[in-house]
């Protein structure tokens, strides 16, 4: 018997991208080798195979666009500070240690408690339970002092507009100078909702839509780079099947590719 969830809806959402990568990691050629997702998902007692569709496999996509985000930054930053918030079960960490980086992984209570039971505290890396929208987890993450990056991956989209523009101007007002990743989508992602295969099978919906990134800047932020499947950083797109590359590729003018964006940005140097 495996261990059972009790999860809010929006918390339940984070078993999309832990199925994608576990079929990921089933695949003789794959993207992210995201082996420990295959081992939560045969520990975890759930209906997995409720989720089909294109989503599973574009959560690996994502999480590799996002990836190269971070990597990048501590190319840069080897003992910077890098913060997931809404980590749910990621093992992003694991992924991109370099052994020098300070680690913060944030999510709400039912989520974490789910989390402890499969990972650990340890040097460097700290699980933090709390809400993006809570202010004192700005203090613990701000431990070491120098640079830091965020990421928000598939969390802010399920709250409303309001919501994710205070706290964005948070971000920037608290963390000047910091990186900032996030995937924002537009209405033709947003409008179609009931008809995408996994959200079939959730009662929850994506609430913000964001159709030009670039709006965002008001809020204190900078856009460095704004991507989508279409368009991955190059590193990344040769870890890619090269049927996707070149189906995305054909139909980088088509809204479900437009629509979605991956973007990095940095908040305003005080
Ligand atoms: C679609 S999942 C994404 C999980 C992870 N980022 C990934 O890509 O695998 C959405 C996540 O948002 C988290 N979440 C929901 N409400 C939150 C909040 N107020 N603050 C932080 N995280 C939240 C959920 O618990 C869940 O882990």
């Not at 295969?197 to 159709?211: I, S």
Request: contains cysteine; proline residues 6%; aromatic residues 12%.
């Amino acid at each position: 018997m495996g261990e059972t969830v009790s999860l809010g809806d929006v918390q339940e959402t984070l078993m999309i991208p832990l199925y994608g990568r576990a079929l990921d990691a089933r695949k003789s050629r794959s993207i992210l080798g995201d082996e420990r997702a295959a081992e939560l998902v045969d520990a975890i007692d759930y209906d997995f195979e409720k989720f089909r569709g294109p989503s599973l496999g574009g959560s690996v996509l994502r999480a590799s666009i996002f990836d190269e985000y971070v990597r990048e930054f501590l190319g840069k930053h080897p003992d910077g500070t890098v913060a997931d918030l809404g980590c749910g079960l990621s093992t992003r960490f694991d992924r991109l240690d370099n052994g020098r980086v300070r680690w913060f992984d944030l999510d709400v209570e039912d989520t974490m408690s789910l989390r402890r039971k499969f990972f650990t505290d340890r040097d460097r890396y700290t699980m933090i339970p709390g809400s993006i929208f809570d202010t004192d987890w700005y203090q613990q993450i701000c431990e070491r002092s120098g640079p830091m990056f965020l990421l928000s991956e598939a969390v802010l989209l399920y709250f409303p507009a309001e919501q994710v523009h205070a706290v964005l101007r948070r971000f920037a007002e608290t963390l000047p100078g910091a990186g900032l990743a996030l995937d924002t989508g537009g209405p033709a992602m947003m409008n179609t909702q009931d008809r995408n295969p996994v959200f079939k099978a959730l009662p929850t919906r994506m609430q913000w839509t964001c159709k030009d990134p670039a709006t965002l800047e008001q809020f204190g932020l900078r856009l460095r780079e704004s991507r989508t499947f279409a368009h991955p950083q190059p590193s990344v797109a040769r870890t890619w099947p090269w049927r996707y590359r070149c189906l995305l590729r054909a139909f980088e003018w088509a809204p479900p590719i437009t629509t979605y964006k991956l973007n990095l940005f940095e908040s305003e140097s005080g």
